[in-house]
């Protein structure tokens, strides 16, 4: 059975960092699979923060990151990683990661339960 569980979530002033962590355990990473971040602020739709594709080796950002947000994984330890940079408030979500072979978008992802991220002004 896949786990994933989130951590490192907590509260940040506006300008700082975090690093989100997943630990991934019954899953095998290969090839063809995807690793991915999500979030959703409180009334909003869930949004896909970025994804790391294996079988093409494309890493993609949702534009309102890109150049503070990095994904990484260490599959020795299988761990995926979000580092989060000069943050913003309007990054305040919870933040979910999930793996699989679609980017969190099909049904045979597996997702954590998320953890909560909140910046302050």
């Known amino acids: 059975e896949v786990h994933l569980v989130e951590s490192g979530g907590g509260l940040v002033q506006a300008g700082g960092s975090l690093t989100l962590s997943c630990a991934v355990s019954?899953?095998?990473?290969?090839?063809?699979?995807?690793i991915a971040w999500f979030r959703q602020a409180p009334e909003k739709e869930r949004e896909a923060v970025g994804c790391?594709?294996?079988?093409?080796?494309?890493?993609t950002y949702v534009d309102s990151v890109k150049n503070r947000f990095r994904i990484s994984s260490d599959n020795a330890k299988n761990m995926v990683y979000l580092q989060m940079n000069n943050l913003k408030v309007e990054d305040t979500a919870v933040y979910f990661c999930?793996?699989?072979?679609?980017?969190?978008?099909?049904?045979?992802?597996?997702w954590g339960q998320g953890t909560q991220v909140t910046v302050s002004s």
């Open positions: 790391i594709s294996r079988r093409d080796g494309s890493t």
């Open positions: 999930t793996v699989g072979l679609t980017c969190g978008m099909g049904p045979d992802d597996y």
């Open positions: 019954g899953f095998t990473f290969d090839d063809g699979s995807t």
